[in-house]
């Protein structure tokens, strides 16, 4: 019961590194930028969110408000930093966004105040669910069920779609796309939208998870980002779910046995590099 | 209070210092720092507050000798190496007496710093043990971490009689600290400690904690952390199914533990020096004033930074304002101060001796639960 | 003047860690965000020497050879990744440095290490910061025009073309992260006897991407560049002491600014309006 508990616990810590981690693959995958200021749009996301919950009171609308307002917001980052330095060598672009990331995240102390804010109402967070004598809150099995569902609906996206289609012909060769006529900006300002509107609504869940939104809550699961998707293979969108959940049950279970050693982050980062150091290409990605 | 009104606080008390040289002969100007921004900055704001308020107080009732006092505010980003050119800076700018509202690192930074330079300084809530073993002009108004461990344990095993305790710490000098009291003592309270879990101070999800909670089954918990790892940590081990009582500590005498803990909140016990049903007058005043001037009820960490400052105005009230070893020894020579915090002695270390408070979350409010006053079990070290 | 005095030392140990990852990054190409663990790795070691009862300058030195060790060993990984895994392995090297030290009772865990023995006066680490940072400015600016330094280009620019002439890529990568990571020992053990106190907080990633911003901001592989941006770096927090609510914005935007208008930082400016290449 135990183990079966600690395993829960682990998925659901994978389904939001899920969400984060996808939108970070789609950006990597696109323009091999490490986008560390996602944690900028996650944040923003559970800003909007909380704001819109407490003076609206509907939860529905904070969904909605939190993806539009991200969604806006990540384009634009892409359109006003990353694209004038996409010539230049890969760790410009990331100390740019690493900047973005410490300079917003002081932006939302000074614009929210240090302390974060909470939600007035949070239904989620304090009703417990029990099935089988295992005992989550509501906000957990939600984003369980947001994750699935998103993941899915990106799933059917990439396949079933024009933009899908368009969008895996640019991944893996832009210049052989636009010369059958896709518009290769039109794809990474989708691209970057999407990845965002993920980052919102994560944002959002967190902040219910946490009944807390404070400014510098998307710093390290930015950064666990990033280890994801360099775990489970640049770019490669199976292998960065796969990575996910493998993570989120990996620091699950290695708190427990591995807590007098190691805290959490660091356990999450020793199984990276070790995966690292046999398959150097990541859990799924291919050989160079 | 808004931001807006805080950074203008700030900016006018920086203006202030930087045209200071001709009015300096009228005010008598207080060091202050604390981490404005960075990851603390929550705890920052809160000590800015009660240093404000302290000032604001005291010069109303005529200042110190006849003179206005002004602080010097400066941010260290809760980071040792700023703390150590700040502290240069606050000696190079003529300041006789400094105040930290920051965290151990920059406090234990700065401590020898203003040792050697004979200029008083008192550590208002920073918990590590070497702070004042820094050197006689080096002061802490604040429980040590050991301390309000143990008195955790007498609560527990004493008032609450729970004999089988998890503990769930946090893994930074506070908690290693608190946790470390709380051992020291426990068999001499008949605990016997069923495990111990810890994580970091970026956590906000305790899942696997949670699930090994349950598995402990013990009859209480000792949790330590502050308000924004303590609100998530006790709501989810509510939702979790866990029900014994949970003793927490200073770190979440703040209403935005409440806030964010709401219903789970209820119940919880900490152990504090603030004392809310208070009948002694600084305590009353302080935690009125505080919430009428900045229109949120008042924290432990404001309450801190106060007490060190009135600790501080007595100290240039009593050894005069322009000897450093003559504040230092009035300083030292307190005896039952009394502050927002309680009735303070300092010992020879620069310790004081303090009641503790124990407070319970009572409809979503702190509520007086007990007092435990015991001078042996509750004494700081001496050297 | 003490102030200043202490300014000029973290200046000083600022363009040491700069300049020492620019070995690495700027020299031969392989980026790393965790720099701050290697920084830490010599304080720890220094420190736990100095307690002990050995003399400073042992100490030091056994700092930077710790250093440099763990540094072999991140080489060593650095032969199995490439490029962006490099930047996260590294990354996680820093977390899981700090991870590791925080659980660890004969570090002091979070506690630290404190009174670590201060046999110098103010103007004593003001010397050794400084003395330090001109031994490894000369030594860069040596490395550059030296044989290694050529080898360490040709890795940087292409590894495949380098190993094909026959560069030992392997060795060169190694030895960038050797002789780097025990400069930033050598940082570690002044920062550990200078301060007396030494805790994990102190080494985190906000340390690591500081370093690696004095880097970019300076213009990487540019010695001179990266110790004016060394500098400038340590500086700019203090001249801004005046907008301290404002701060951490001011810097990050700043970062962000140079890298979306100069990414070849002031070295790049200079070169723009001089049409001279720094050194």
């Known amino acids: ?44 996301g559970a800003y909007v969110g909380l704001l819109v919950a407490n003076h609206t009171g509907s939860l529905a609308g904070a969904f909605v408000a939190a993806a539009l307002a991200a969604g806006l917001l990540g384009p634009l980052v892409y359109r006003f930093i990353y694209r004038p330095i996409l010539d230049k060598p890969p760790f410009v672009a990331l100390v740019a966004s690493i900047g973005l990331l410490i300079a917003m995240e002081d932006g939302f102390r000074l614009l929210f105040g240090p302390y974060g804010l909470s939600f007035a109402k949070n239904t989620w967070f304090t009703t417990a669910v029990g099935f089988g004598g295992l005992s989550l809150n509501l906000v957990q099995v939600w984003i369980a069920v947001a994750a699935v569902v998103l993941l899915s609906l990106f799933a059917l996206f990439a396949t079933r779609t024009r933009a899908g289609v368009a969008w895996r012909a640019t991944v893996s060769d832009p210049s052989i796309a636009e010369s059958f006529g896709v518009g290769v900006s039109g794809v990474r300002h989708t691209s970057f939208f999407i990845a965002s509107v993920l980052a919102g609504v994560a944002g959002v869940l967190v902040g219910l998870l946490n009944n807390l939104v404070e400014p510098g809550m998307g710093s390290v699961i930015s950064y666990k980002g990033l280890a994801i998707i360099v775990l489970g293979g640049l770019g490669n969108v199976p292998g960065t779910l796969l990575a996910s959940l493998l993570l989120g049950v990996v620091e699950s279970f290695g708190t427990v046995y591995l807590g007098k050693l190691l805290d959490r982050d660091a356990i999450a980062f020793l199984f990276l590099i070790l995966v690292l150091m046999i398959r150097p290409q990541g859990l799924l990605g291919k050989a160079r | 209070m808004s931001i807006k009104s805080s950074s203008r606080l700030i900016f006018t008390a920086l203006v202030a210092a930087a045209f200071a040289a001709p009015a300096a002969a009228q005010n008598i100007r207080i060091g202050f720092h604390a981490p404005l921004t960075g990851f603390a900055a929550a705890d920052g704001k809160s000590a800015v507050q009660g240093a404000e308020l302290a000032v604001e107080q005291i010069n109303a009732a005529g200042g110190v000798n006849g003179r206005r006092l002004e602080l010097v505010i400066q941010d260290d980003q809760a980071r040792p190496d700023q703390a150590l050119p700040l502290a240069n800076k606050f000696i190079g700018d003529g300041l006789r007496v400094v105040v930290s509202g920051s965290y151990s690192g920059p406090t234990r930074a700065a401590a020898g710093v203003f040792h050697q330079a004979k200029v008083p300084y008192v550590s208002a809530y920073a918990i590590h043990p070497d702070i004042t073993r820094a050197g006689n002009y080096v002061f802490r108004t604040s429980f040590m971490g050991e301390v309000q461990g143990r008195a955790a344990a007498k609560l527990i095993g004493d008032n609450l009689k729970k004999k089988k305790v998890t503990l769930v710490t946090l893994n930074n000098d506070f908690g290693q600290a608190l946790s470390a009291g709380f051992k020291e003592v426990a068999g001499r309270f008949g605990i016997q400690i069923a495990a111990e879990h810890t994580y970091a101070m970026g956590d906000r999800q305790f899942g696997s904690i949670v699930a090994s909670v349950k598995k402990d089954d013990p009859e209480a918990l000792y949790v330590s952390g502050y308000f924004f790892n303590g609100g998530p940590l006790v709501a989810q081990l509510r939702a979790g199914g866990v029900t014994v009582p949970i003793i927490g500590t200073e770190g979440f ?41 900045f229109k949120v009820p008042a924290d432990m960490v404001a309450a801190s930074t106060h007490t060190a400052l009135y600790v501080v105005a007595e100290g240039l009230r009593r050894g005069g304002v322009d000897d450093g070893a003559r504040i230092r020894a009035a300083i030292s020579g307190l005896k039952d101060f009394e502050v927002a915090t309680g009735r303070i002695s300092f010992n020879e270390l620069g310790e004081v001796y303090k009641a503790a408070q124990i407070q319970v979350i009572r409809g979503g409010k702190f509520r007086h639960f007990a007092t435990i006053d015991d001078p042996v079990l509750l004494a700081p070290p001496t050297k | 003047m003490d102030y200043y005095l202490s300014v000029a030392t973290f200046a000083g140990l600022n363009v040491i860690l700069a300049l020492s990852l620019n070995l690495i990054s700027g020299f031969c190409g392989q980026v790393s965000l965790g720099h701050a663990a290697f920084y830490g790795l010599g ?36 032969l199995r990744v490439r490029e962006d895994f490099l930047a996260i392995v590294t990354m996680g090297v820093g977390f899981l440095f700090l991870g590791a030290v925080r659980k660890q009772a004969w570090l002091g865990a979070e506690m630290g290490i404190a009174k670590i023995p201060s046999p110098l006066d103010k103007w004593g680490y003001a010397a050794l910061a400084i003395g330090g940072a001109v031994a490894v400015l000369l030594l860069s600016l040596h490395v550059r025009r030296s044989w290694m330094g050529r080898a360490f280009g040709a890795v940087a620019q292409d590894e495949d073309a380098a190993r094909s002439i026959g560069v030992d890529v392997s060795g060169y990568k190694i030895a960038a992260f050797f002789i780097g990571t025990a400069a930033a020992g050598l940082a570690g053990g002044i920062y550990a006897h200078m301060t007396q106190l030494v805790v994990p907080d102190a080494f985190n990633f906000v340390q690591s991407v500081t370093i690696l911003a004095m880097v970019v901001v300076g213009g990487i592989g540019s010695t001179l560049g990266v110790v004016a941006g060394a500098v400038l770096l340590t500086l700019m927090p203090e001249m801004f002491r005046f907008i301290n609510d404002y701060k951490l914005l001011v810097y990050g935007g700043l970062l962000l600014l140079v890298m979306r208008f100069s990414p070849e930082g002031l070295a790049g400016l200079v070169h723009r309006v001089t049409g001279r290449r720094l050194a």
């Open chain 1, 1 to 44: 019961m135990f183990y079966l508990e600690l395993l829960l616990v682990g998925l659901v810590w994978g389904c939001t590194y899920a969400m984060m981690a996808l939108g970070l693959t789609l950006v990597y995958g696109l323009l091999r930028i490490l986008h560390v200021a996602q944690a900028t749009v996650f944040t923003l």
């Open chain 3, 43 to 78: 304080a720890y070691a220094a420190a736990l020497c100095s307690v002990a009862g050995l003399p400073m300058g042992v100490s030091v030195a056994v700092g930077m050879l710790v250093a440099g060790g763990f540094g072999i060993v991140t080489g060593f990984a650095a």
């Open chain 2, 253 to 293: 005498d703040t209403h935005n533990f409440i806030a964010i803990a709401k219903d789970a909140a209820e119940g919880v016990m900490i152990t504090t020096s603030l004392d809310r049903d208070s009948s002694a007058a600084p305590m009353r005043r302080f935690i009125a004033d505080f919430e009428t001037k």
